[in-house]
């Protein structure tokens, strides 16, 4: 197990929301909202460094990073989607739109070179062309609540609907191939995550745990708990699996990141 944080008092982090990866360079990347910056470290949790785009990044929330070094960042404090080209030092600051509405971009995600964004004001997931135009959308017509989490495995987008506790996989096209309603072991869930062994693992923020299903929705087991110490969590935000097949668990009261192997 391994944790990412900042020791400095002072400067711990403040607030983060997301991990992303860089498996080439073997990297993590935390989010870190409240200080408006990027925090990277090594495969085995050194940390490297504070990335603030000369401090013109405002409350980033989360990223991914291209092939080519470039970086995708979504930032709450001004509704934008963020290309930062670090070898060319250029920021640009992006506004989408659906027709004459403003998109609201959430979480981001990267496949096959194409952007994938949650728009947390629809609930719904877009695909974008090369010029962030909208290319294909996904969502459910009938849920409660909109979509609130996503993730790329494999040929599908998994979608994570947290007021009807389901999980939606889409097809290419955009259109449900398959619907799963999670038990009511879970109550307020807000994040998923698809494991090695295609397990599907949520994320209960109520509970500050993670519950695990098979790949038919049955309850397999439920791991961490409400704390400061080992194995707990406080006010935990996101689970991803890293590129070595951990599981990365932001925990935003605790200001940190727990990594935790198979």
């Known amino acids: ?15 983060p929301s997301a991990v992303a990866f860089d498996k080439q360079s073997e990297r993590y990347y935390v989010i870190d909202t409240g200080r408006s910056r990027l925090v990277s470290y090594d495969r085995q949790g050194k940390f490297l460094r504070a990335f603030t785009a000369n401090n013109q990044l405002k409350s ?11 970086l995708w960042v979504v930032e709450k404090g001004r509704n934008s989607l963020t290309l930062i080209d670090v070898a060319a030092k250029k920021i640009e600051h992006n ?5 004459d509405s403003l998109v609201f971009p959430d979480r981001i995600a990267v496949a096959k ?10 609930g719904q997931v877009l695909r974008l062309a090369p010029d962030l135009s909208i290319e294909q959308r996904y969502g459910c017509s009938d849920c409660s609540a909109g979509l609130a ?16 506790k389901k999980v939606f996989r889409f097809r290419d096209d955009g259109t449900i191939s398959e619907e799963l309603k999670l038990d009511d072991q879970v109550e307020f869930p807000v994040s998923l ?6 397990f599907l693992y949520i994320l209960d923020r109520h509970q500050n745990s993670v519950l695990v299903y098979d790949q038919s929705g049955v309850f397999r087991y439920s791991f961490l708990a409400t704390g400061q110490s080992v194995n707990h969590v406080y ?9 070595w097949e951990r599981l990365c668990v932001v925990d935003e009261g605790n200001g940190r990141v727990e990594v935790f192997s198979r």
């Open 1 to 15: 197990e391994l944790s990412l944080k900042v020791d400095q008092v002072g400067d711990s982090l403040y607030m």
């Open 60 to 70: 980033p929330f989360d990223m991914v990073r291209l092939d080519n070094g470039q």
């Open 95 to 99: 506004t989408l739109k659906d027709g």
């Open 113 to 122: 070179g194409k952007l994938y964004v949650l728009d947390r004001a629809r």
């Open 149 to 164: 989490d996503f993730v790329l495995a494999g040929d599908s987008l998994l979608a994570l609907e947290p007021r009807d």
């Open 193 to 198: 995550a698809v494991g090695p062994s295609e």
């Open 235 to 243: 006010f935990a935000r996101q689970i991803r699996f890293d590129p």
